[in-house]
């Protein structure tokens, strides 16, 4: 990035728009209080929904880490590392179809787009419960990522059109609750479900699959009937002539959000070949991304086998899921208060650091616990690893949009890094592999030594801002100084000149007005 560049991206503050942006003749008509209830509407409106929706998603997902503990594997016939590639297929299919699904989504919309990826994904879930075989284990995995496949940038997206850019930072990090709270849930729900192993001669697995896939293609139609598509077509999908904001409303939220970024009233067709010189030549950029695929990638995989590892100290296998779902119900109040840490005091590199080296250290108590024969002890590591696991990311989400110029760069900044988190779970669904159980050494060892690369890049992050601070407070105190001085010299120049020796002194008035004529006038 160019010292220009530098100077014009405040690293603790939204970029401002573009003067040749500020086309908008706007001006707020409305009050404080107008605003309040309009906003709290919207939230009580948008923000279940996306969230119900993040919840959905992370549930199909995750849900295949469950039915290992009964007895999958086993019955489909794969092993393993077949079992892995499945994984890496799930990966692959979102990151094939992310980006053909946000140009679907910014045709149609969002309320139309994110209702039908539920009912797809749904759908491929539910009918994961037919598997016989390592094809078919294969090919569903490859299509629930496809189904999948732009979900993720279409909340964060959505978000953006409906709020401002302050009020989406803090509504991403409530978004991605809906993953966190999907996490947790999955595996205390399946440790119900999965006793249902001989209901109508059929394997615990099978009803998991079954009722989880229902559940989301009963929450589409609850996206269809709610989720609004856009200012210009404030309704839903299902319900085209029922308006959810009044004609009040939608003026006081769309000219708030055009207030604060003009150019998101203007839509494109496409992004320019600028705009991507300029996303693609940001190095910044590329850092963020590689702390997403350091932080994801171990992430992933000790997502998938924490109900094994957990089973593998020595606890029943159905109650092993519902054990792995502890630290993941702890992590929402700890990622909350690093979110409000991050946002209230203006501390983004330091969350990600602290989160990172959270992170990092649960790997390296694996890796000690695992030598010892101390159940609990074992226990402990992997309900630090999952406490500390996840919320990095979307903390790390919120940095780099700080590290972009503009609307557009921001976008293209937003895709490359979801990217990059999909593109972690490839590599990730390798590192516990069959050779290596059940004390996985390996696999802890590459993550501690892949969080390390990752926790190196934050800090050499945190340090280049704490750089672009200092160099801006310097030229900020270079031109106060300037103008101070500018200022010092018209004062002289106002000011009369001194008395000299053949010039007659100031004359000066007494109490009574009248002159008083020094006697040392020549």
Same mark, same amino acid.
């Given at each position: 990035?160019?010292?220009?560049?530098?100077?014009?991206?405040?690293?603790?503050?939204?970029?401002?728009?573009?003067?040749?942006?500020?086309?908008?003749?706007?001006?707020?008509?409305?009050?404080?209080?107008?605003?309040?209830?309009?906003?709290?509407?919207?939230?009580?409106?948008?923000?279940?929904?996306?969230?119900?929706?993040?919840?959905?998603?992370?549930?199909?997902?995750?849900?295949?880490?469950?039915?290992?503990?009964?007895? @999958?594997?086993?019955?489909?016939?794969?092993?393993?590392?077949?079992? #892995?590639?499945?994984?890496?297929?799930?990966? !692959?299919? %979102?990151?094939?179809?992310?980006?053909?699904? #946000?140009?679907?989504?910014?045709?149609?919309?969002?309320?139309?787009?994110?209702?039908?990826?539920?009912?797809? &994904?749904?759908?491929?879930?539910?009918?994961?419960?037919?598997?016989?075989?390592?094809?078919? &284990?294969?090919?569903?995995? @490859?299509?629930?990522?496809?189904?999948?496949?732009?979900?993720?940038?279409?909340?964060?997206?959505? !978000?953006?059109?409906?709020?401002?850019?302050?009020?989406?930072?803090?509504?991403?990090?409530?978004?991605?609750?809906?993953?966190? @709270?999907?996490?947790?849930?999955?595996?205390?729900?399946?440790?119900?479900?999965?006793?249902?192993?001989?209901?109508?001669?059929?394997?615990?697995?099978?009803?998991?699959?079954?009722?989880?896939? %229902?559940?989301?293609?009963?929450?589409?139609? %609850?996206?269809?009937?709610? !989720?609004?598509?856009?200012?210009?077509?404030?309704?839903?999908?299902? !319900?085209?002539?029922?308006?959810?904001?009044?004609?009040?409303?939608?003026?006081?939220?769309?000219?708030?959000?055009?207030?604060?970024?003009?150019?998101?009233?203007?839509?494109?067709?496409?992004?320019?070949?600028?705009?991507?010189?300029?996303?693609?030549?940001?190095?910044?950029?590329?850092?963020?991304?590689?702390?997403?695929?350091?932080?994801?990638?171990?992430?992933?995989?000790?997502?998938?086998?924490?109900?094994?590892?957990?089973?593998?100290?020595?606890?029943?296998?159905?109650?092993? #899921?519902?054990?792995?779902?502890?630290?993941?119900?702890?992590?929402?109040?700890?990622?909350?208060?690093?979110?409000?840490?991050?946002?209230?005091?203006?501390?983004?590199?330091?969350?990600? +650091?602290?989160? &990172?080296?959270?992170?990092?250290?649960?790997?390296?108590?694996?890796?000690?616990?695992?030598?010892?024969?101390?159940?609990?002890?074992?226990?402990?590591?992997?309900?630090?690893?999952?406490?500390?696991?996840?919320?990095?990311?979307?903390?790390? +989400?919120?940095?780099?949009?700080?590290?972009?110029?503009?609307?557009?760069?921001?976008?293209?900044?937003?895709?490359?890094?979801?990217?990059?988190?999909?593109?972690?779970?490839?590599?990730?669904?390798?590192?516990?592999?069959?050779?290596?159980?059940?004390?996985?050494?390996?696999?802890?060892? +590459?993550?501690?030594?892949?969080?390390? +690369?990752?926790?190196?890049?934050?800090?050499?992050?945190?340090?280049?801002?704490?750089?672009?601070?200092?160099?801006?407070? #310097?030229?900020?105190?270079?031109?106060?100084?300037?103008?101070?001085?500018?200022?010092?010299?018209?004062?002289?120049?106002?000011?009369?000149?001194?008395?000299?020796?053949?010039?007659?002194?100031?004359?000066?008035?007494?109490?009574?007005?009248?002159?008083?004529?020094?006697?040392?006038?020549?």
């Amino acid at each position: 990035m160019t010292t220009s560049d530098d100077k014009s991206v405040d690293p603790d503050h939204y970029s401002a728009p573009k003067d040749d942006e500020e086309v908008l003749t706007l001006y707020r008509d409305w009050t404080r209080d107008e605003e309040v209830r309009a906003k709290r509407k919207l939230d009580f409106i948008i923000m279940p929904l996306l969230f119900l929706g993040f919840f959905c998603l992370q549930l199909d997902r995750g849900n295949i880490s469950n039915a290992i503990t009964d007895k @999958f594997m086993e019955d489909v016939g794969i092993t393993q590392n077949q079992f #892995n590639v499945g994984q890496q297929m799930l990966s !692959l299919g %979102i990151v094939l179809f992310e980006i053909p699904s #946000n140009m679907i989504l910014y045709r149609v919309g969002p309320g139309k787009w994110l209702t039908l990826q539920l009912f797809l &994904f749904g759908t491929v879930s539910t009918f994961q419960a037919f598997q016989t075989n390592y094809g078919s &284990f294969i090919a569903t995995r @490859f299509l629930l990522g496809m189904t999948e496949s732009g979900f993720i940038p279409g909340g964060l997206w959505t !978000l953006s059109t409906w709020y401002t850019r302050k009020e989406t930072a803090k509504r991403v990090m409530i978004f991605y609750f809906g993953n966190q @709270f999907g996490q947790a849930s999955s595996k205390l729900l399946a440790y119900g479900i999965l006793h249902m192993r001989g209901v109508a001669g059929r394997s615990g697995w099978f009803w998991l699959f079954t009722i989880m896939g %229902i559940f989301t293609v009963f929450c589409g139609f %609850i996206l269809g009937f709610f !989720l609004p598509d856009s200012f210009k077509h404030p309704q839903s999908t299902f !319900l085209p002539g029922v308006n959810l904001f009044t004609e009040r409303e939608l003026h006081i939220l769309q000219s708030r959000v055009l207030l604060d970024d003009p150019m998101k009233g203007k839509k494109k067709r496409r992004i320019g070949q600028a705009a991507f010189r300029k996303a693609f030549s940001n190095w910044r950029l590329y850092v963020h991304v590689l702390i997403t695929l350091s932080n994801n990638g171990p992430q992933r995989a000790f997502d998938t086998y924490a109900p094994t590892l957990v089973n593998g100290f020595g606890f029943a296998a159905l109650t092993s #899921n519902a054990m792995a779902s502890v630290g993941l119900f702890l992590q929402i109040p700890v990622s909350f208060a690093f979110s409000y840490v991050s946002d209230h005091f203006n501390k983004r590199g330091e969350t990600v +650091i602290a989160g &990172f080296s959270m992170h990092l250290l649960g790997y390296v108590f694996n890796r000690i616990f695992t030598e010892i024969n101390l159940r609990g002890l074992r226990y402990f590591g992997v309900v630090w690893t999952q406490t500390f696991g996840t919320f990095s990311h979307p903390l790390n +989400i919120t940095w780099m949009s700080l590290a972009c110029g503009d609307s557009e760069e921001r976008a293209l900044a937003m895709a490359m890094v979801i990217m990059g988190a999909n593109i972690a779970g490839i590599y990730g669904a390798q590192i516990f592999r069959s050779d290596d159980k059940p004390r996985y050494r390996r696999g802890f060892s +590459i993550n501690i030594a892949v969080l390390t +690369i990752g926790l190196s890049l934050a800090v050499i992050r945190y340090i280049d801002d704490r750089l672009r601070r200092r160099r801006r407070g #310097n030229a900020s105190q270079i031109q106060d100084d300037s103008a101070s001085e500018r200022n010092a010299h018209s004062d002289d120049d106002l000011k009369a000149p001194p008395p000299s020796d053949v010039q007659p002194q100031t004359v000066l008035i007494d109490a009574d007005f009248k002159p008083n004529v020094s006697v040392a006038v020549k």
